[in-house]
């Protein structure tokens, strides 16, 4: 097997479609979440096995500063390795040595963790043609310069006067950054967005759940969802939020999103005369370039 590549002076960076596509062709990168569009978390290096696993020993470590929690996948490409740490922090390091090469912060105010049901986590970066994406966990998108850590932009993804959060990782399919948003459990709206990931720009928009009749649906969609929720939903938010489980599927040219538990989740409260409130704790598949409804699975 080939070895990991070396940090070199102007390392590439330049993650695509096709290099995540041909990731079993450098197996000593990590270029994407889950290391391949449909997520297998196999590494195909075997230089480490069951004979000498024994004989494994700390080659370098880097302290985060911080005793809250650390939950990221680490990105590997090109001999950096791209991390996340509690508030949202991104980190470069050498892959060989563990040294520093930037770091950024992107000063989430403290006050926000009181929306966090599950710690000031983050669970990593998405890289694409030389730019570095991480979701904040009050609601931004942030695209950084990989060689630098210098912002490229910024957008706010959610209602600041809700209590939104962002933990789960984007992803980035075919130029498009996707990301998600938490909250189900303090009364939001669960949606789904891609922005461009060069102008920050935002192409299209799936909510996981309907909102007020009275307003208009946005799709059918969510038409054919309003029919299996009843009373007054809309007023509690719904939740549904799809946070971090998503998946590319380059045959059929779809996202597939994981949805979360209603809001609230007291059904007497959330849809009083029962129903499936789709599409709560479902499987939905989008078309990947316009976000539109194909099917799901709940």
């Known amino acids: 097997p ?7 002076a102007g390392p590439r960076l330049d993650v695509d479609g096709a290099r995540i596509a041909a990731a079993y062709s450098e197996p000593g990168n990590w270029l994407s979440h889950g290391r391949t569009y449909d997520e297998q978390r196999f590494s195909p290096l075997d230089q480490i096995n069951d004979a000498n696993v024994a004989d494994l020993g ?16 680490p990105i590997v490409v090109d001999g950096v390795m791209f991390a996340t740490g509690s508030w949202s922090r991104v980190y470069a390091l050498d892959a060989r040595s563990g040294e520093l090469l930037w770091e950024y912060d992107p000063h989430v105010p403290p006050e926000w963790a009181v929306h966090a049901c599950c710690d000031v986590v983050n669970r990593g ?5 030389g730019a570095v994406f991480v979701g904040t966990l009050d609601g931004r998108l942030i695209s950084l310069d990989a060689a630098t850590g210098a912002v490229n932009w910024t957008v706010q993804t959610t209602d600041r006067g809700q209590p939104y959060t962002i933990t789960g990782a984007p992803r980035v399919v075919k130029g498009r950054v996707i990301i998600g948003n938490g909250g189900g ?8 967005s891609a922005y461009d990931a060069v102008s920050g720009e935002m192409n299209w928009r799936f909510y996981t759940v309907p909102g007020n009749p009275a307003n208009g649906f946005e799709n059918e969609a969510m038409e054919m969802a309003a029919r299996t929720w009843t009373g007054e939903w809309w007023k509690h938010g719904g939740g549904g939020n799809a946070w971090h489980a998503f998946t590319y599927d380059a045959e059929f040219n779809a996202i597939y999103i994981g949805t979360g538990n209603g809001s609230p989740w007291n059904r007497k409260i959330r849809s009083p005369e029962g129903g499936d409130n789709l599409y709560l704790c479902s499987i939905v598949a989008l078309d990947a370039d316009t976000g539109e409804y194909r099917w799901h699975y709940q």
């Open 58 to 73: 700390l080659a370098w470590h880097y302290d985060f500063n911080t005793n809250r929690g650390l939950e990221a996948t």
């Open 185 to 192: 459990e303090y009364g939001v709206r669960g949606y789904v």
């Open 125 to 129: 970066v998405a890289l694409w043609q």
């Open 2 to 8: 080939a070895e990991p590549p070396q940090a070199v």
